[in-house]
Each structure stands twice: as structure tokens, then as C-alpha cells.
């Protein structure tokens, strides 16, 4: 006879956990009925001391602002201005953009963590946080390269920039921004979908090895 098991249904995941009843660490019927399924993570604090707190609140928020308005405020520039209406302003506009959408992602939630003294965040919402940083992260290192290419061929090839610089191009450059953003997000989440929701699961698990016992 094989030792007897108690399958245990998480509230939030379709996943069963299994337990054997001899191990000391199943639980009992009373347990079972108060076991809730786990749907968020705890994040590290920067510190734990409470006096800390409202300086690194007032740091952050100040930073975030600084970030957001210096950011709009070259944005509000190139676009009222003509004669900033040239390929290496508008690729700093573009870069303006991406940075406060960037810097959106991350701070805002960290500065309501600092304030209300939370550290949870569920795995939608850490899924989702960690796609925008990955997609706005790529952008901004592929418009820093077109900025480092807009900046060769000025230097090197002064008399040929208009040329090369075209508005068509630069226009491409941008869409090519755009369609990568695309890629990231319907490549790189699927594939983060199965270690965060599925191989931190112990029966996923279990079945992978039953699995590869079979075919080996």
C-alpha cells in the first residue's frame, strides 16, 4: 500500500500541492481550512528605521520631479522651437519621452512603498512593472546607439549629414523604436511567463522529473 497523500488547492493558483502525511510538516485538517494562497512578493526595504523614512520619501519624490519636469521641459523646447527641429534634438526629444516613461514605471510605486510603509506588489503587477522596465530600458540604449551613429556622421561626414540625416530616416530610426518595443513585449514576457507562474510550482516540478524519468 503507498503512503497516503493530502493535496492541497492554493486560492489564487490552479496548482495542487502535495503533501505526505507522514512528513511532520503536513498540515492537519484544521490547517487546511485556514491555508491561503500567496499572490504578491515583499520587496527589500531600503531601511528599516521608521526616522529614515520621510527623508528618503522626500528624496525620491524630489528626484522623480526633477526627472519628470527637466525631461518635459526639453520636450516643450524642440517642439516650440524650429531651430531645434534638427535629427539630434529629435532624437533627444524621443530619448525625453522614453526617460520619463522609463522613470513612470519604477519611482511612482516606490514612492507610495516609502510612504504608506507597503511592501507588497502581486505578480501581475511585478510582471507587469519588469516588462515596462525591460521594454523602456531596450528603447533607451537603442536611441542612445542612433544618437552615438546621428553624432559619427556629423563629425565624420559634415558636408554629407543632410543627406544621410534625412527626415525619412530619422522617421525610420524612430518607428524601428517602436517595432522593438513591439518585440520585447511579445517575446520577452511570454518567455518570463513560465518561470514566474509555472517552475516555482512544486508539482510542475515534480511532473518535469516523473517525465524525464520515463524518456530516459
Not at 503536513?26 to 526595504?45: A, D, K, R
Not at 526616522?51 to 526633477?66: A, G, H
Not at 510582471?127 to 515596462?132: A, F, H, I, R, Y
Not at 534625412?166 to 525610420?172: E, K
Request: hydrophobic content about 50%; aromatic content about 12%; some cysteine.
Amino acid at each position: 500500500m503507498g503512503v497516503p497523500t493530502v493535496y492541497i488547492t492554493e486560492a489564487n493558483t490552479p496548482f495542487l500541492e502535495e503533501w505526505d502525511t507522514t512528513d511532520p510538516r503536513c498540515p492537519t485538517n484544521t490547517e487546511l481550512q485556514n491555508l491561503t494562497g500567496v499572490s504578491e512578493f515583499h520587496l527589500l526595504e531600503l531601511s528599516a528605521d521608521p526616522d529614515l523614512q520621510p527623508i528618503l520619501f522626500r528624496l525620491f519624490l524630489s528626484m522623480y520631479l526633477v526627472t519628470v519636469l527637466g525631461n518635459l521641459l526639453i520636450l516643450l523646447a524642440v517642439s516650440s522651437d524650429s531651430h531645434l527641429h534638427t535629427p539630434m534634438y529629435f532624437f533627444l526629444s524621443n530619448l525625453s519621452l522614453v526617460d520619463v516613461c522609463f522613470s513612470f514605471s519604477i519611482v511612482p510605486k516606490m514612492i507610495v512603498d516609502i510612504l504608506t510603509q507597503s511592501r507588497a506588489i502581486s505578480y501581475v503587477g511585478c510582471l507587469t512593472q519588469m516588462s515596462l522596465f525591460i521594454i523602456f530600458a531596450c528603447i533607451d540604449d537603442f536611441l542612445l546607439t542612433v544618437m552615438a551613429y546621428d553624432w559619427f556622421v556629423a563629425v565624420c561626414h559634415p558636408l554629407h549629414y543632410p543627406v544621410i540625416m534625412s527626415p525619412h530616416l530619422c522617421g525610420f530610426l524612430v518607428l524601428q523604436k517602436g517595432v522593438l518595443a513591439s518585440v520585447m513585449y511579445t517575446v520577452v514576457v511570454p518567455m518570463l511567463n513560465p518561470f514566474i507562474y509555472s517552475l516555482r510550482n512544486r508539482d510542475i516540478k515534480s511532473a518535469l522529473r516523473r517525465m524525464h524519468r520515463r524518456t530516459v
